[in-house]
């Protein structure tokens, strides 16, 4: 908007296939304005694809992380123990979580986009994922939802390791 009740004209972001996921929040450091994060599917394979900016979405281009499955869920939110908020994606059998990080743009602690996503395999296909206080910890909680409609709480290792621990049938 600008503040008159009336919105601009619409701007057009191209994408190399169909979205299957999208949500809007922070992405790595809290800047209050609203990051996007859009998982679609290509030739190539499944892609994530992060916009963010200080100056907004459409100012940069897109991070982008190659998934090794179709995305069918997204949660923004601070995972580890740091500050900074992170990306968990339901793909396929998989769990990726991207660590977030300072400034994505600048990539100033050294870090490439591929070095902060973790694949976690899991024994079921995730039907969708996500996270809050569910139990009482300082540190949010994974919660994954199978096919069976079984919800299981995701738990990562300060080692890094993740497992998966059946919640209620």
């Known amino acids: 908007g600008r503040g008159s009740l009336a919105l601009g004209e619409p701007e057009t972001i191209e994408l190399e296939g169909p979205v299957t996921a999208l949500i809007a929040g922070e992405v790595n450091r809290r800047d209050g304005i609203p990051d996007l994060v859009v998982s679609i599917h290509t030739d190539r394979g499944a892609e994530l694809l992060v916009f963010q900016s200080p100056m907004g979405v459409l100012h940069r281009p897109p991070l982008r992380y190659d998934l090794p499955g179709v995305v069918t869920s997204l949660v923004l ?24 990080i300072g400034d994505a743009g600048a990539h100033s602690d050294g870090t490439t986009p591929e ?14 994922v996500t996270t809050g206080y569910f139990f009482g910890k300082k540190q949010n909680d994974l919660i994954l939802l199978s096919p069976d409609d079984r919800l299981f709480s995701f738990k990562i290792r300060d080692s890094g390791e993740g497992f998966p621990c059946l919640l209620y049938t």
């Open 115 to 128: 070095s902060r996503l973790k694949n976690y395999p899991l024994p079921f296909p995730v039907e969708a």
């Open 77 to 100: 939110d601070r995972l580890d123990r740091d500050s900074y908020f992170d990306i968990a994606a339901a793909a396929g059998d998989r769990l990726v979580w991207i660590a977030g």
